[in-house]
């Protein structure tokens, strides 16, 4: 019996996570968690055993592109120029979010305290793959010392939920990333650091 049960569970988690992936691309982050128990034919307790928090459902939902966005910033921590490296990583990081609805919700800062089984799997995944990344750019000068890689999913997230309702949500999403890249004064003298910098 209880293999049955386990067999069950694990289907059951399969069929809310497929549900909940067409629904999260349908509504976003405010996907209905009773629309995903109605659709794959179970109670809402059971979608709420599998994931307790509307986090932990929009983090399963956004796995397959975090370790995406990871594997991406291992690849470019040995690029050739560290600086270019980093933004490409932070272009598709911004390009991911606006794509993949629910994703810059799984990454944004909640509140969360460091140590908390809540802990935010999403942002701690990038920031342990991106950090030898970021930490090769300060090192050369191409970013400042204190920047973070929590800072740069904050800047993602906070572009993408900026954009979000725009009617060319991908076409505004770079437009704001390249200001936030350049900087705000075009009529100051422009040397390759630190206005080219990452702030």
Do not use: K
């Not at 933004?87 to 629910?102: K, N, P, Q, S, T």
Request: hydrophobic fraction near 45%.
């Amino acid at each position: 019996m209880p293999d049955r049960q386990r067999a069950d569970a694990v289907r059951n988690y399969a069929r809310i996570l497929s549900v909940a992936e067409q629904e999260v691309a349908a509504h976003g982050a405010n996907a209905s968690l009773e629309q995903i128990a109605r659709t794959a034919g179970v109670g809402s307790a059971t979608v709420r055993r599998h994931f307790p928090t509307r986090r932990a459902l929009l983090e399963a939902v956004s796995h397959t592109r975090i370790d995406a966005l990871a594997a991406r910033a291992r690849e470019l921590a040995d690029a050739g120029d560290s600086r270019t490296a980093l933004l490409d990583w932070m272009g598709e990081v911004v390009a991911y979010c606006v794509d993949a609805r629910g994703l810059a919700a799984a990454l944004a800062y909640d509140g969360s305290a460091v140590d908390s089984v809540h802990e935010n799997s999403c942002a701690a995944a990038l920031s342990a793959a991106a950090e030898p990344m970021l930490d090769r750019a300060a090192r050369d000068g191409a970013v400042a010392p204190d920047v973070t890689v929590a800072d740069l999913i904050a800047l993602a997230v906070g572009i993408t939920m900026a954009t979000e309702h725009h009617p060319d949500p991908t076409a505004q999403a770079n437009r704001l990333f390249r200001l936030a890249v350049a900087g705000l004064s075009p009529g100051l003298p422009r040397r390759t650091a630190p206005a080219d910098e990452v702030r």
